[in-house]
């Protein structure tokens, strides 16, 4: 059985799921590094402004090990945060056929990417995109130095289109390239949850032939919450309210510019064994994200799997695969106050039509998912001599 070493920096919901499936299918033989070391399970979210705990287990099921770190200030927010002295080394006694790392913006991964390149076949997992492409002399040095980075990588597992276009651009080949798409876990978001969200509605005082948008996520400027509330008020229609559910920094500006407005909500953060409720109450689910960096929205998946109608801003990585207009939802410009206006006008017209989008998210995002991703992974390594 051939053996792969994953190195990636903490557990995390979206991924640790695909290790428990390759572990699981018996295909190959895995080994987790989480390299941020075992402080990452009290993990200090700058976004929430908490320390987050999920709710559903994350390092069940498959074999790990938290790698010492070093960094004198441990975290994946910076490229000295992660550095570990015995990575290498590890990883050489664990006799792997590949190394598969996700993330190059750390010191040990891409100490690991040039130690690796031409011992073993390097696999690559990241889902940036060109969205946020800097100009003149930046997009000059930026691209030298990513096209040196790939170099060193022998396949990546893109997420979508707007990551195999950033793979492309930055020395990647076609043949290197192996579609993983981006995935939640499709089937706990779309079990029946109507009897709670139906009480959550309720608890709203939101009538069931009323139309609930929903905005759930980090409340920070990346994420665009003040534009959605804008444009809420502009649209000013009878029948139509808002949810926020996340904290962040805008928080209390959002709340105090919506402080009089009887069909406005904030939630707060809810882990993930409620979002599925939270999900299942709305009728349509908006992400205005303006960036940089919404290279995906997974938050989009979630929605999708609770048969929702989407709406996306174009800054969202994930809006070129998943949002097929007037079928499942649209897109509107990022920064147009109008254009937002206008597709929240269209979208909130029907309620029968939400649902029929709906129900048209569900069959989109059915084959996006964790086994997807695990077979991708599987095939490549096993067809490596």
């Not at 390097?122 to 000059?140: A, M, N, W």
């Not at 007037?326 to 937002?340: A, K, R, T, V």
């Amino acid at each position: 059985m051939k053996k792969l070493a994953i190195i990636t920096t903490h557990p995390i919901q979206y991924y640790a799921p695909v290790f428990k499936l390759l572990h699981d299918r018996g295909r190959v033989e895995i080994m987790v590094y989480y390299t941020w070391g075992e402080k990452a399970k009290d993990k200090f979210d700058p976004g929430f402004g908490a320390t987050i705990a999920w709710d559903i287990p994350l390092l069940d099921g498959y074999p790990f090990t938290w790698v010492k770190n070093t960094a004198e200030d441990p975290g994946s927010h910076h490229y000295k945060g992660i550095v570990n002295p015995d990575l290498i080394q590890q990883v050489k006694d664990f006799k792997p056929d590949a190394v598969l790392i996700f993330g190059w913006a750390y010191q040990s991964h891409l100490k690991c990417l040039r130690y690796f390149k031409g011992r073993l076949p390097v696999y690559f997992r990241g889902d940036s995109t060109l969205l946020d492409e800097p100009k003149g002399l930046k997009k000059i040095l930026r691209s030298l130095f990513l096209n040196w980075v790939y170099k060193h990588v022998d396949c990546a597992f893109y997420a979508g289109s707007n990551n195999k276009y950033y793979f492309k651009k930055y020395g990647l080949k076609d043949n290197q390239l192996i579609f993983a798409p981006h995935a939640i876990d499709n089937d706990r978001f779309s079990a029946n949850r109507s009897i709670e969200a139906a009480a959550l509605r309720e608890q709203l005082d939101i009538s069931e032939s009323d139309i609930l948008v929903l905005f759930a996520g980090k409340l920070e400027d990346k994420k665009s919450p003040m534009e959605l509330l804008d444009a809420f008020l502009s649209l000013n229609k009878p029948g139509v309210h808002l949810l926020f559910a996340g904290n962040g920094e805008l928080e209390e500006k959002l709340k105090l510019k919506a402080v009089d407005l009887k069909n406005i909500y904030f939630m707060g953060f809810q882990n993930q064994t409620t979002m599925p409720v939270i999900y299942q109450a709305c009728d349509l689910f908006c992400l205005p994200s303006k960036g940089p960096g919404e290279t995906w929205g997974l938050a989009v998946n979630e929605a999708m799997a609770c048969s929702k109608a989407v709406l996306l801003s174009d800054r969202v990585g994930c809006a070129v695969d998943l949002v097929k207009k007037g079928y499942n939802g649209d897109i509107f410009e990022s920064g147009n106050n109008n254009s937002l206006v206008e597709c929240l006008d269209d979208l909130t017209q029907s309620k029968s039509k939400l649902k029929e989008m709906g129900k048209n998210s569900a069959l989109m995002i059915r084959n996006w998912n964790f086994l997807s991703i695990g077979e991708a992974i599987e095939n490549k390594l096993n067809e490596t001599i």
